[in-house]
């Protein structure tokens, strides 16, 4: 019974009531509120210290960037951006491919909300950008702001950059496999002409031998490489002949129409590497070449004697690199810019509530320290 008692009554000592806590709490109040007002000051001050700007610009998406093209920019920006010459802070964080990542997100014409609203495909919603936001984020507000304004242009230029690079390489392409194509042509039509030639002359050499074989069929259609036609008048056979002549030559001539618009590529390419090295901004190059080509336009379109296919080849190169400056005249054209804390005042809170959980533990601490003592000296 007696064991019993002292059981129940060890039990008792073990258990802490409210009343215990509610007292720890009163007594120590003034310490605790003390270490969680020292951590809002910490917290206060690591806020206003590493307090930084986030700054973001968004654009219309006028130069029309899909999907596709915007994977391949986020690759590319960080590798334009190692090729720098100026090598500061700015640089080093965006040739990082996760900053471009995280700062430049696409807006589409459509919410998910709407999507499923109208019951679009999420294929269909996500091929159509309608505009972009990029941010950064930087300590000085005025600094950020100019930072911001650099790293838009940047994206700027190096999307012009890329499209310049597509469209050369793209003419290149078009001028090898077209010249490949026009030469085989040719060299086709060519050596059917010297094979209608040749048998012309020995039909003008039988007609001569047998004058009497003079009967023509003009109402007659007749293909020249045809083996029956050996057994026709002689006059017929010529006649199918030199008309075929001449339809092979009207040939010719048209192939010619495609060597037109190679020719004005293949200036282009020519034009564009000497401005290359005067000119290192990929925007001034296409705008001279654009005011080049234009110029070239108008004085042929002046001739009488010009071919509609080099126009059309003119109008068609013109159309492409306007395109491409369509980012640096409209298509990036800022439409919001504004900053903002990007630390946010949380960190306040948590260095009060740090302090506070401090104090606690230092209470709890000390009132152990006191009873450790006032037992020490009993």
Do not use: H
């Not at 206003?48 to 610009?57: C, L, W």
């Not at 998406?61 to 334009?80: C, R, T, V």
């Not at 019951?119 to 000085?140: A, C, H, M, P, W």
């Amino acid at each position: 019974m007696n064991q019993q008692n002292t059981e129940t009554q060890s039990a008792s000592d073990d258990e802490i009531s409210l009343t215990e806590i509610i007292e720890f709490f009163a007594e120590n109040l003034k310490d605790i509120l003390l270490c969680a007002l020292i951590g809002m000051v910490i917290g206060a001050c690591y806020f206003f210290i590493n307090a930084s700007y986030v700054n973001t610009v968004a654009f219309r998406n006028d130069a029309q960037i899909d999907i596709p093209l915007l994977k391949k920019l986020i690759q590319e920006l960080p590798i334009y951006a190692k090729q720098q010459e100026i090598k500061d802070d700015l640089y080093k964080n965006i040739s990082n491919e996760k900053y471009w990542k995280e700062n430049l997100k696409p807006t589409f014409y459509m919410s998910k909300d709407d999507a499923k609203e109208f019951q679009i495909d999420k294929v269909e919603l996500g091929s159509t950008i309608s505009n972009f936001k990029l941010t950064y984020k930087g300590k000085d507000k005025s600094k950020n702001q100019i930072d911001t304004e650099e790293v838009f242009n940047f994206f700027k230029n190096t999307f012009i950059k890329i499209k310049t690079k597509e469209l050369l390489q793209k003419y290149k392409t078009e001028i090898q496999i077209g010249q490949l194509g026009l030469d085989k042509k040719n060299t086709e039509i060519q050596n059917e002409i010297d094979y209608l030639k040749s048998k012309a002359k020995n039909l003008e050499e039988l007609k001569i031998k047998f004058p009497n074989n003079q009967n023509t069929n003009l109402n007659q259609v007749l293909d020249p490489k045809d083996s029956a036609s050996k057994y026709l008048p002689l006059s017929t056979q010529l006649i199918a002949i030199y008309s075929e002549l001449n339809n092979l030559n009207e040939q010719l001539k048209r192939s010619q129409d495609g060597k037109d618009a190679l020719d004005v590529k293949e200036k282009f390419l020519f034009e564009f590497e000497n401005i290359n090295k005067e000119t290192k901004s990929e925007a001034e190059k296409l705008k001279k070449l654009f005011q080049i080509f234009s110029d070239s336009l108008m004085a042929l379109e002046k001739t009488n004697s010009y071919k509609l296919s080099a126009v059309l080849a003119y109008r068609s190169l013109l159309t492409d690199v306007n395109n491409i400056l369509s980012a640096d005249k409209l298509g990036f054209e800022t439409i919001d810019s504004s900053s903002d804390y990007a630390t946010k005042p949380i960190s306040i809170l948590i260095g009060a509530f740090s302090g506070l959980m401090f104090g606690i533990f230092f209470a709890f601490a000390l009132k152990i320290v006191k009873k450790y003592k006032e037992e020490k000296r009993k």
